[in-house]
C-alpha cells in the first residue's frame, strides 16, 4: 500500500475514533477543511510539517500515521480533550 493512502486511512480512522469533525481538525493542525478532505482520500501528500501537526493533534506518534493500522489498534491514544469545547 501507498504510504500517502496509508497516512489517510489513518488519519480518518483516527478522527473519527475521536468524534472530530474535518473543520476542527483542520483548524487545530492550520490548514483548510479542503485540504484536509484531500489528505483523507489520498490526493495529495503532506509535508513532515503536517504530518507532525496532524499527529500531536491526535495524540499520537507521527509513525502512528504511516503504520499498518493494525499497529495503531495496538496502542489507542488518550482522548485529545483540545476537541471537547
Same mark, same amino acid.
Given at each position: 500500500?501507498? %504510504?500517502? %493512502?496509508?497516512?489517510? *486511512?489513518?488519519?480518518?480512522? /483516527?478522527r473519527? /475514533?475521536?468524534?472530530?469533525?474535518?473543520?476542527? /481538525?483542520?483548524? *487545530?493542525?492550520?490548514?483548510?477543511?479542503?485540504?484536509?478532505?484531500?489528505v483523507? &482520500?489520498? &490526493?495529495?501528500?503532506?509535508? $513532515? #510539517?503536517? /504530518? *507532525?501537526?496532524?499527529?500531536?493533534? $491526535?495524540?499520537? #506518534? =507521527? !509513525? #502512528?500515521?504511516?503504520?499498518e493500522?493494525? *499497529? %495503531?489498534?495496538?496502542? =489507542?491514544? =488518550?482522548?485529545?480533550?483540545? !476537541? &471537547?469545547?
Amino acid at each position: 500500500m501507498n %504510504i500517502r %493512502i496509508r497516512i489517510a *486511512e489513518n488519519v480518518t480512522m /483516527l478522527r473519527k /475514533l475521536r468524534g472530530v469533525t474535518q473543520e476542527a /481538525l483542520a483548524d *487545530e493542525v492550520a490548514v483548510s477543511r479542503s485540504y484536509l478532505s484531500k489528505v483523507e &482520500q489520498g &490526493q495529495v501528500s503532506v509535508t $513532515l #510539517d503536517v /504530518l *507532525e501537526r496532524l499527529a500531536t493533534a $491526535l495524540v499520537v #506518534d =507521527p !509513525f #502512528d500515521l504511516v503504520a499498518e493500522r493494525s *499497529e %495503531i489498534c495496538k496502542h =489507542p491514544a =488518550p482522548w485529545n480533550s483540545r !476537541f &471537547q469545547q
